[in-house]
């Protein structure tokens, strides 16, 4: 059974910094690209950051030079450090595990920036 399991989301001030972590189980971690999404109520998903199985990472230009992922395999862990929060960066984020025949999705975490 896959379980991507998601936490760090809380509420803080803009300006201010979290860690998002996802530990995942059931899957060869070291054979996914992993990636934080996030979603607002009536908004598409979107893609904030991947990681490739190289450890290459990609992020969407909003979040650049604010935004780091990292991935540990021996942890089974992916993270995304966010640093110089804003308010619409308010949103679930989501963690995912994918290959070209496989696609997983966390149950989600809450991060709310106040202004």
């Known amino acids: 059974q896959v379980q991507l399991v998601e936490s760090g989301g809380a509420l803080v001030q803009a300006g201010g910094s979290l860690r998002l972590s996802c530990t995942a189980s059931?899957?060869?971690?070291?054979?996914?690209?992993m990636g934080w999404y996030r979603q607002v109520p009536g908004k598409q998903r979107e893609l904030v950051a991947s990681?490739?199985?190289?450890?290459?990472?990609i992020y969407t230009d909003s979040v650049k030079g604010r935004f780091s992922i990292s991935r540990d395999n021996a942890k089974n862990t992916v993270s995304l450090q966010m640093n110089g929060l804003k308010v619409e960066d308010t949103a679930v984020y989501y963690c995912?595990?994918?290959?070209?025949?496989?696609?997983?999705w966390g149950q989600g975490t809450q991060v709310t920036v106040s202004s």
């Open positions: 995912s595990a994918r290959t070209l025949f496989a696609n997983y």
């Open positions: 990681i490739t199985i190289a450890a290459i990472p």
């Open positions: 059931g899957i060869v971690f070291s054979n996914y690209q």
